[in-house]
């Protein structure tokens, strides 16, 4: 039988002992480590648990078999690990970011955000991976001494950069947050009059990087929305196996299969496809993230943070593959008529939630209302983002005579 290699800590690997900390210092764990501590917060969070009954791609009740967001932060969780540990990297802080990068989804996934974003267009939009920060430390409320869940420094800039910096060094945004700016809530959190003294202490550094185990985690979600999308979409029929071939390396990999068995049945092939596509994804992150680390030679996790460009990537040509994948699953699944009449119900559910809670504010809930930290429409949004599928349309049948059935 063989056996893993184990791989030496890297010296350029995030090192609990030497965190920056917590935004409220706490005793140190006698048993835990930093970052094992925060990924046991996040587990044992209502925000994750929720994450069992909101959308993927597909409603709760559409079927026992497709991915929720719980099981897919699962296997994203499962990925990152592996990558994290064939790299040198740390294992608890790449699980913890994976963990958590969906808290901050609201019900029925992207339709979801996109209908708040559309509510909250005159006070700064809704983006759910500031709303994830938001989540962790504001709308959290477990402890005596905090909001949140006062997680370490190396998570939180983890969970706001993981795709990258937002600003320049000059704070001006960057990339994908050039033309509307940087998020509400995360420039609430440490960059605006408004956010606290201690939380500016707490500077995530939004001009650089984030580290390894973030980059990598980024690529992990990747890795599972190719492969399993594709699972979910052949399940549902939304698209045949046979228009596959023509994919980048998913078509090549389905020739291997069927070379190799040609007469396996339909369900083990799907399987033996999504596991090979997986393992050759992963196996491509870390050649082409060691190649970017040996060239860089970094000596410390702040190297990589501050390094011109990210270490963590695809290399060319499985760039190529990603892209192509998701250039077949955007009109086959994403944008196919079923599912977008779905998520056009779906937005609906949550226009009308908001306008009515809007107008009427003695709707929202008052233990949830006069727990809240926030008032007026970023009120509303939290409550909102924080509803499971399921609670959202319970909610939409109890204030309207008429609520859609998702199907």
């Not at 699962?74 to 990925?79: A, D, F, K, R, S």
């Not at 985690?217 to 399940?235: E, F, K, M, N, Q």
């Not at 970017?292 to 011109?308: E, G, H, K, M, W």
Request: glycine share 6%.
């Amino acid at each position: 039988m063989a056996i893993e290699a184990a791989v030496a800590r890297a010296a350029y690997a995030s090192d609990p002992g030497v965190s920056r900390g917590r935004l409220y210092p706490e005793p140190a764990s006698p048993t835990r480590n930093a970052f094992r501590r925060d990924c046991d917060r996040i587990i044992h969070s209502t925000a994750f648990r929720r994450l069992a009954h909101k959308t993927q791609v597909f409603v709760f009740h559409e079927g026992d078999h497709f991915r929720t967001r719980l099981t897919h932060t699962l296997e994203v969780t499962q990925i990152a690990r592996s990558l994290a540990r064939a790299l040198g990297l740390d294992e608890d802080l790449a699980e913890a970011l994976a963990l958590a990068h969906d808290l901050g989804h609201p019900p029925f996934g992207h339709a979801g955000e996109r209908a708040l974003d559309r509510c909250l267009a005159t006070c700064g939009g809704f983006d759910h991976n500031a709303q994830t920060l938001r989540v962790v430390t504001a709308l959290e409320r477990r402890y005596p001494a905090f909001d949140g869940l006062n997680l370490s420094w190396e998570t939180l800039e983890g969970l706001v950069k993981h795709n990258g910096p937002l600003t320049l060094r000059d704070g001006s945004p960057t990339g994908r947050y050039r033309e509307r700016g940087v998020p509400h809530a995360i420039e609430l959190y440490a960059n605006s009059p408004e956010a606290t003294p201690e939380a500016r202490l707490h500077d995530l550094e939004l001009w650089s990087f984030a580290s390894a185990e973030a980059q990598l985690a980024a690529l992990a979600d990747d890795i599972a929305y190719d492969a399993h999308d594709i699972d979910d979409g052949l399940r549902a029929g939304l698209f045949a196996l046979d228009e596959l071939a023509d994919v980048p390396h998913v078509g090549d990999i389905l020739r291997a299969i069927r070379g190799q068995f040609p007469v396996l049945d339909p369900p083990r092939l799907v399987h033996e496809l999504i596991r090979r596509l997986i393992t050759e994804m992963i196996e491509d992150v870390i050649a082409e993230t060691g190649r970017r680390l040996r060239a860089l030679a970094p000596r410390t996790a702040d190297d990589v943070r501050y390094a011109p460009a990210a270490v963590g990537a695809f290399s060319p040509a499985m760039a190529e593959a990603d892209r192509a994948i998701k250039g077949f699953l955007y009109p086959r699944m994403y944008r196919h008529e079923r599912i977008m009449r779905i998520m056009g119900d779906a937005e609906r559910v949550v226009d009308e939630l908001f306008e009515r809670y809007s107008r009427n504010p003695e709707d929202i809930p008052a233990d949830w209302a006069h727990a809240a930290d926030g008032a007026g429409q970023r009120l509303i949004a939290d409550f909102i983002a924080g509803m499971t599928d399921r609670y959202a349309l319970i909610e939409h049948a109890r204030l309207f005579d008429t609520t859609p059935e998702l199907r």
